[in-house]
C-alpha cells in the first residue's frame, strides 16, 4: 500500500469509515501479532495486545495525529504497548517472587488460600456460559491451541480469541479478592503457542 492509499485509507477511518477500519485491521492484524510474538516471546499476549490496541484506535480515531506512514505508527504503537507489558511483567515478577518469599515463612495460611482459590476457580468455570466454558476448557486444560479449538467446534478463529478473552476477563473480575500472583498461576498459566 502506498503513502498516497494509506492517507486515504486513514482519512477514511477518521471520519468512521468501519470497512476501513476493517480493511486496515485485515491488512495489518497477522504482520502485528507476529512483530508482537516476537518482542514478548507470548503469542496469546500478543494477540491480546494487538486486539486492545485495534480497539483504542478506532475509539481515538478522531483524535489520532500521524505523523509518519501509517504502517510506521501501527508498529511502532504495537512496540510500545509491548514494551509497556513487558515492564508490567517484571513489576509482577518482582511481586510473585515476594509472595513466594514470604509464602516460605507462613505456609499453612498458603496452602488455605490455594484450596479456595482452586476451589472458586472451579464454581467461577462452572458459571461461565456453556460455549465459553467449554472453549476455555479446551484452552487451559486440554491445552488446544486457539485454531486447534476453531477446528473441533468449528467456529473461527476469532471467536475462539474472543470467548478466550471473554472468560479470562469473567474470571479475574470473580476471583480479584486473590492474590494477583496466584490468579495468574491457576487461570493464565497456559501459553497458546
Not at 503469542?43 to 475509539?59: M, R, T
Not at 479449538?149 to 474472543?162: D, G, Q, Y
Amino acid at each position: 500500500m502506498n503513502s498516497f492509499e494509506e492517507n486515504n485509507l486513514f482519512e477514511n477511518i477518521q471520519q468512521g469509515d468501519e470497512k476501513a477500519f476493517e480493511k486496515l485491521f485485515k491488512l495489518y492484524y497477522g504482520y502485528l501479532c507476529n512483530f508482537a510474538t516476537k518482542i514478548i516471546a507470548d503469542d496469546v499476549a500478543a494477540e491480546e495486545i494487538v486486539q486492545e490496541f485495534f480497539v483504542k484506535f478506532w475509539e481515538r480515531r478522531a483524535d489520532l495525529k500521524v505523523e509518519t506512514s501509517l504502517k510506521n505508527y501501527l508498529f511502532r504503537s504495537v512496540k510500545n504497548l509491548c514494551l509497556n507489558y513487558i515492564k508490567h511483567s517484571n513489576i509482577k515478577l518482582l511481586h510473585a517472587q515476594k509472595v513466594i518469599a514470604e509464602s516460605e515463612t507462613n505456609s499453612f495460611n498458603n496452602d488455605y488460600i490455594e484450596v479456595d482459590l482452586a476451589a472458586d476457580i472451579a464454581k467461577s468455570i462452572e458459571e461461565l456460559p456453556e460455549k465459553r466454558r467449554e472453549i476455555f476448557r479446551l484452552s487451559r486444560e486440554e491445552g488446544l491451541k486457539y485454531r486447534e479449538i476453531a477446528e473441533k467446534l468449528n467456529i473461527s478463529i476469532k471467536t475462539v480469541e474472543a470467548q478466550m478473552s471473554l472468560a479470562i476477563k469473567s474470571l479475574r473480575d470473580k476471583l480479584k479478592k486473590y492474590n494477583t500472583f496466584i490468579f495468574y498461576f491457576f487461570v493464565s498459566r497456559t501459553k497458546n503457542i
